[in-house]
């Protein structure tokens, strides 16, 4: 029964459905098909995307409508009686505002927020080309092997660090780096060498003998904003293995123990008062003894006797712009050991010792940088505690010198201080003449290339001496020293002097020359290796006092 009901209401729907159908088709109405629309063939832009969306809308030159309203159509009915052509469209108008423009218009520069990343320049013309890929090596096993531990600050690995400033080449990659000590910075050095040498005493008949030598050196310098210290240190002993038979009968006699010690030391100081005002201080102390063959030295003695000079200045030195003005006052005493015969008598030498008071002044005046004129004089009295010697005669006198120049430095290539001028000592006793010549001062340093340096100083000097009827020695030296690096650890020296020794009034005149070539290996910054050969001669005008000697050493440097 249920399944008749329900077969009886689907009939009667399809019956409705159909008889609606009937009249519908029977009854009279107009036929409309699809109308051609301008909307068909221009979309309004808006229809299907957002208008801020569309990929090609220029920034900032859409007018954005509010959504959540109706897009009404561009040609909408009160405008579909104008034509659908649209007007021609300027060039280049669909580009971007950066973006390329046939017409070579000026673009809008794309700007970057701070700190945002720039894009990479495309590659094409005028770019540089890609670097060169360099040809990549095996890993040297050094840099696989165990290093010590380096600060991540130090080895720049540290996230966000500045990139470190690379530390400018070492001239000298084997010269001593010192010690800091406070505000000092300290270098210190010790020579020990043994060698050779054919005639040590000097004779007529040579002797060799072997040798060795320790030089020990102290270098100190300060580190300050103002004012300065510098101390400057250095001795050396050399010794031989055998004494040698007092000559007696030679002219220039020499004791039986050659064995000499040496020492020459300084401490300058500079007190920065103002800006243009300097107060200079130096104590200095020399220790030495007579050459050997020198006619002071006294017959039969048994070794040589050391003499100390100690002394001071203390001066002031004033900048006036480029005019200077410098005095200093000078203060020196020199006192000699007694002499020890192969007797076993002693013999003072009290006569030889004398104090000297004197001072200096120089003035200069800056006409270039480089180039620096001056003048100089200088006066003193040496006053002996003896106003007599041993052979009678009044040594105290009085002298001085004057002297013109200049100091200048040309790019480093040539620099130091070069004079000329006059000196003279006027002695007590009137037997004694006048002691006077020309004197010569020079310090150069000329640089020709980066490995070679040549270096040139000459001296002029009045000594003291003991000879009867002979006011003084007038000492000239002129040394030329060239070095040349043939590698960074090896470096040769070449040295000549050549020197002359005049005894006024007594007709006797010594030539000195001295050749001497050195060779350092530089294994480290701490230790060298030093081989020296020298050739001295002494040439005198006085029969059977000119004397030769040869020296043949090897050593090591160790310094600090």
Known sequence: MGRADRTKNRARATGAVSACLCLALAAPSPVFAQALTSDLLAPV???????????????????????????TSLLSPQRQDQSIITPPVPAASGAAGSGYDALNRKRQQVKYYPGQQRPKRPVGPGSLPPPLVQETRPVPPSAKAAKPPVAPAIAGAVIGQPARKRLPIDPDP?????????????????????GYSDNPARLLQPRGASLYQIAPELLAASNWSRHSVVVDLRGSFTGYDKTFPSAIAQVSPSPENVDRAEFNGKIAGRIDATRDTRI???????????????PNNTAGMKEFPLFTTTGGSLGIEQDFNRFQLKMDALVDRTVYQDSKLVNGITTPNTDRNFNQYGGVGRVSYEVLPGLKPFAEIQGDVRVHDERADRFT????????????????????????????????????????????GLLTSASLVWTPTPLTTARFITTTTIDE?????????????????????????????????????????????DKIYSIEGNLLYKM??????????????????VVGASTAATVVMLGVRLQR
């Open 524 to 541: 480290s910054r701490e230790v060298w290796l030093k081989a020296q050969v020298r050739r001295d001669i002494l040439n005198s005008n």
């Open 45 to 71: 832009p808006g229809g299907f995307v957002q208008p801020e969306n569309l990929p090609s809308r220029r920034p900032g030159n859409n007018s954005l409508q509010p959504r959540g309203t109706l897009q």
């Open 465 to 509: 001496t003991t000879v009867p009827g002979v006011p003084g020695v007038l000492t000239r030296l002129y040394t030329v020293q060239v070095d040349h690096d043939f590698r960074r650890w090896l470096t040769a020296i070449g040295k000549f002097t050549y020197g002359t020794q005049d005894y006024q009034e007594n007709f006797r005149s």
């Open 174 to 194: 084997y010269a001593p780096i010192g010690i800091r000590v406070g505000s000092f910075l300290v270098k210190g050095a010790v020579e020990i060498m043994g």
């Open 280 to 294: 200079n201080t130096e104590a200095r102390m020399r220790v030495g003894s007579d050459n050997p063959g020198s």
């Open 393 to 436: 005669y009044l040594r105290d006198s009085s002298g001085g010198y004057i002297k013109a120049g200049t100091t200048f430095e040309f790019t480093r290539l040539l620099t130091g201080e070069a004079s000329v001028g006059y000196l003279a000592r006027k002695y007590e006793d009137p037997r004694l003449e006048v002691l006077k």
